[in-house]
């Protein structure tokens, strides 16, 4: 796509264009390009463009930027973390069970075999004031267990950890799959309440792999956990 336009479309998008702005250039190939709806000669917004008013146009889904830069605000909207409770254990089953046939289906059938985590882990991690869940419009959209302290499936490894201090451990990740950057949301505020912080995943589940190494996780070896073994990350947090 039109990389710049996009740029133009979205900071209009975002400020909530408004007829009293509209003799802005870029507001003009807005709507020249939601009229084209990327079909016709990108050259001819150059020329005068039949105007549509404001409100029509940023309200518009059926053209291509307008579908992208509605789902650009929807996945910027705030995400907000709290500790899970017993009323969202249903909701929370339901994101584990999506998280097991997302693995599963992208080659990675084995690490959360036979149901885990079920619902005794999961009232478990809650009890423990552990398990943690990512609400965005008042939906939980992610749920993750944060553990302060040592880690006795960490004692061991095959391999050698960047820092030996206190740390946190980041459990049982798992999203809903409606927004991007769930993981990164949850390391962030992992990073927030210590400095220091552990992971560890399975070798076939690449799509956590990609994420833990995007965010500066720095691989330390490997770990055996329930299941057997796990390829362990940690992280630094630099001031």
Not at 31 to 45: D, K, M, Q, V
């Amino acid at each position: 796509m039109f990389q710049r336009e996009k740029h133009d479309i979205l900071t209009l998008y975002r400020n909530k264009a408004t007829p009293h702005n509209e003799s802005c250039g870029a507001l003009r190939k807005f709507r020249a390009l939601t009229l084209l709806r990327f079909h016709g000669n990108t050259s001819s917004i150059t020329a005068k463009p039949r105007l549509v008013s404001t409100q029509n146009l940023l309200a518009n889904r059926s053209c291509p930027i307008m579908r992208y830069c509605h789902k650009k605000r929807r996945d910027g909207q705030p995400v907000n973390i709290r500790k899970a409770e017993e009323r969202d254990v249903s909701r929370i089953t339901e994101i584990y069970a999506h998280a097991r046939a997302f693995m599963a289906e992208n080659g990675n059938a084995t690490q959360w075999s036979g149901g885990y985590p079920g619902e005794d882990v999961i009232r478990a991690d809650i009890a423990a004031g552990t398990l943690h869940v990512c609400e965005r419009e008042g939906r939980i959209a992610a749920v993750f267990a944060f553990i302060l302290g040592g880690d006795p499936c960490y004692a061991v490894i095959d391999g050698a950890w960047h820092a030996a201090r206190p740390y946190g451990t980041i459990h049982r990740i798992a999203s809903d799959g409606t927004a991007k950057g769930m993981a990164r949301f949850v390391f962030d505020w992992c990073a927030q309440q210590i400095d220091y912080l552990r992971i560890d995943t399975h070798e076939n589940n690449r799509p956590m792999q990609a994420a833990v190494l995007r965010y500066g996780f720095q691989p330390c070896g490997i770990v055996q956990v329930r299941g057997g073994a796990r390829l362990a990350f940690d992280y630094e947090v630099r001031a």
